[in-house]
């Protein structure tokens, strides 16, 4: 059944807007995680929004130093994520507070507080309208180059996916004129 709006602006206006949102609340429905995927939006011209996608960009990790790229990339990407209050339900997750990796051991460092972080977010209560019980982190801590390379392509992938469990189009974020 459709909605019903006056001939006027304003009547008009409000049964769009409702008709979109009722339209990604079913979307979102039972399976997906977030309301919207994580995105930044250029607001020069508000007639023309453009929005970016917050997404990984690093290739998987072969070596130490494309390990330390994609930890970074993975955090600047989470944290974006985590405070993210469009996508989420009601609550964010915490930022990452440790500092980029710059070597080996701060890489190492960084991926399991990655681990961790990311974990807790997917079945925080109250974050996501769907909990994530998918695309959990199983390996074990990193320890060396070896098992940093093998945690941190994990973290990658299940980021990936979890990110992008979402209605396809952006959510309305009214905001002060």
């Known amino acids: 059944m459709p909605i019903e709006a006056r001939k006027d602006d ?20 039972t399976t ?48 974006k994520h985590f405070g993210d209050d469009q996508a989420h339900d009601a609550a964010t997750s915490a930022a990452i507070t440790i500092a980029d990796a ?24 109250t974050v996501h309208h769907n909990n994530d019980t998918t695309n959990d982190v199983t390996n074990a801590n990193a320890t060396d180059s070896a098992t940093l390379q093998t945690l941190i392509n994990e973290i990658r992938g299940d980021v990936i996916a979890h990110m992008a469990s979402a209605p396809s189009g952006p959510q309305v974020k009214l905001v002060d004129a």
């Open 10 to 29: 304003r009547s008009m206006i409000h049964a769009l807007f409702e008709a979109y949102r009722l339209k990604q609340e079913e979307e979102t429905g």
């Open 102 to 125: 710059t070597d080996l051991a701060t890489a190492i460092t960084l991926a399991n507080d990655l681990k961790a972080k990311y974990n807790t977010h997917r079945t925080a209560s």
């Open 32 to 79: 997906l995680f977030h309301a919207e995927k994580t995105s930044t939006a250029d607001r020069t011209d508000f007639m023309k929004p453009t929005r970016t996608l917050v997404v990984v960009t690093a290739a998987t990790a072969t070596d130490d130093a494309t390990a330390i790229v994609l930890a970074n990339d993975i955090k600047a990407t989470v944290d």
